[in-house]
């Protein structure tokens, strides 16, 4: 049995461990804590072709639907995943590794 605050991933920007994932600098004052069992559904969005223009966003919202964290290296990435929490502003994340970062939420919102 593993211990709900070990991490399971920590790229420096999100950080998953067993209860949820934590969003460094998502707000102007720091971080917001998400639960499992408060997100819905994830969604792969990709960040080519006609979305390309959504890399160049460092923070914030551009479309009052999606609100992105603070990642200065969001421009060399490709894809971002997009967290349903039940609410019309949807958290949108670019971990350095988004296969894993899907995969153990996946994991999780099936326990």
């Known amino acids: 049995m593993t211990d709900d605050h070990e ?3 920590d790229d420096g920007r999100i950080a998953l461990d067993g209860e949820g994932l934590t969003i460094r600098q998502y707000y102007p004052w720091g ?13 792969p969005l990709p960040l080519t072709g006609a979305s390309r223009v ?9 479309d009052f639907l999606h609100w992105w964290n603070y990642d200065p290296g969001r421009s060399r990435k490709t894809l971002a995943l997009v967290l349903d929490v039940g609410r019309h502003i949807r958290p949108t ?16 919102l099936h326990t």
Request: hydrophobic content about 40%.
């Open 7 to 9: 991490l399971l991933y």
């Open 31 to 43: 971080a917001k804590r998400v639960l499992y069992a408060a997100i819905h559904g994830i969604q």
């Open 54 to 62: 959504r890399r160049w966003r460092l923070w914030g919202s551009g």
């Open 93 to 108: 994340i670019t971990p350095d590794d988004p296969d894993a970062v899907e995969r153990i939420i996946k994991e999780h």
